[in-house]
Nanobody, 115 residues
């Protein structure tokens, strides 16, 4: 059983930055694809960024060049560095760990981008 706990959300002005953290129970990066999803008001949950077991990454087009996903294997922690934030980035951000047969989700952390 994988437990995921997000932190680091908050209120920032457009153009600002935040770093989200996702603390995982145990060493998961060797067996799970991990990533960040978000759900904005009125929209479905969408993929933001992922790191595969190989270390390869991919990003939603809307965040390319602004967000960076990374992981710290020693700390069992996943990060999302968010720069140049826009109001449309406002959402609840969720950490995810997945295999072909299981999905685990964190509780979510609110990110609000507003002046």
């Amino acid at each position: 059983q994988v437990q995921l706990v997000e932190s680091g959300g908050g209120l920032v002005q457009p153009g600002g930055s935040l770093r989200l953290s996702c603390a995982a129970s145990g060493s998961i990066f060797s067996i799970y694809t991990v990533g960040w999803y978000r759900q904005a008001p009125g929209l479905q949950r969408e993929l933001v960024a992922r790191i595969f077991k190989t270390g390869s990454t991919n990003y939603a087009d809307s965040v390319k060049g602004r967000f960076t996903i990374s992981r710290d294997n020693a700390k069992n922690t996943l990060y999302l560095q968010m720069n140049s934030l826009k109001p449309e980035d406002t959402a609840v951000y969720y950490c995810n760990a997945a295999t072909t047969i299981k999905n685990y989700w964190g509780q979510g952390t609110q990110v609000t981008v507003s002046s």
